[in-house]
């Protein structure tokens, strides 16, 4: 369940030392870092020890080759909070990754050498799984830590903001599609109801001078058709023809809870429902059950893992 989910992810993370910043610094403002960015490479999987090894092991070659090349590890500046952690220009302030926590699932940092940790976070556009590494300058466990309170403090937000209605909000959107096909049934069954009544019509046309008693119609819930003027009953025209039905225009059309157009049977198609906040919510609520792993592993084991 969500709550045995919660308290697993908070005793996983709280195994490694009490958070170092209050809330409101993450919820209300940001934590900055500057660190040199050795860049970022595709992994295969979310999570693992082995995963960022291999990935810190190709991005310390690749600046290995640009180092030698006259090439410098760039400098960047990160910004933690609960909205994520955005990784910036220092100078230009430019944001060049916006990682969102309920996307990160693992961040690890080295216990030896103190200066590398990474974290693995799944890409926006792409769904692919990418693992970025810095050089933090010997803060790089205050960095993992600060990423595991931000993630926590985004989960419990995320349950108190909404998070605990995706189920409801599923069953709301199950109900309206419902709802649509009995509209659009009752729509063909009303227009079937009226195609009979004009048969009717014109198959019992009484002889001259006769008198005919005019029963009023019922429609498919057998209530009688209400009017204002005249029974919901097709008159005759002058040639002997029915007339055709009359037209209306549609009421305003105005937004429900999910900023969506409310469903028209006549004017909808199946491609506007469900609303998109729907797949958002479905995307964060798998991330955060995912849940992040955060380990202090050690990364430097060649030669070729030396300092940067």
């Given at each position: ?40 490479t595709e992994v295969e999987a ?184 005249t029974p919901l009953v097709p ?74």
């Amino acid at each position: 369940s969500k709550e045995t989910f919660s308290r697993k992810s908070w005793l996983r993370l709280s195994t490694y030392k009490s958070w170092m910043h209050t809330p409101e610094a993450l919820a209300k403002h940001y934590i900055p870092y500057n660190a040199k960015f050795l860049g970022n490479t595709e992994v295969e999987a979310p999570k693992g020890t082995e995963v960022v090894k291999d990935a810190v092991r190709k991005l310390k070659f690749q600046r290995h080759i640009k180092k030698s090349e006259g090439q410098k590890i760039p400098k960047v500046e990160l910004q933690i909070s609960i909205y994520g952690v955005k990784i910036l220009d220092p100078k230009t302030k430019d944001v060049q990754h916006n990682c969102q926590l309920h996307r990160i699932s693992f961040c690890a940092d080295d216990k030896t050498d103190k200066r590398i940790f990474t974290f693995i976070c799944k890409d926006s556009e792409s769904n692919k799984h990418l693992c970025y590494v810095f050089d933090s300058e010997k803060c790089a466990e205050e960095i993992t830590l600060t990423i595991g309170q931000a993630f926590d403090l985004a989960y419990k937000k995320f349950l108190e903001s909404g998070g605990k209605d995706v189920e409801t909000r599923k069953q709301i959107g199950g109900l309206q599609k419902r709802i649509q096909e009995l509209e659009t049934e009752n729509a063909e069954l009303k227009k079937q109801l009226q195609e009979l009544e004009e048969q009717l019509m014109i198959a019992h046309v009484p002889p001259a001078g006769s008198v005919s008693v005019k029963l009023q119609s019922t429609d498919v819930f057998d209530m009688v058709p209400f009017s204002t003027v005249t029974p919901l009953v097709p008159s005759r025209a002058s040639n002997g023809c029915p007339p055709p039905p009359p037209t209306s225009l549609p009421p305003d059309m105005s937004k429900d809870l999910f900023g969506a157009e409310p469903f028209d049977p006549f004017t909808c198609g199946a491609a506007d429902f469900p609303p998109d906040i729907q797949s958002k919510l479905d995307e964060m609520q798998e991330g955060f059950k995912m849940g992040l792993t955060m380990e202090g592993t050690v990364f430097s084991l060649d030669p070729l893992d030396g300092r940067c």
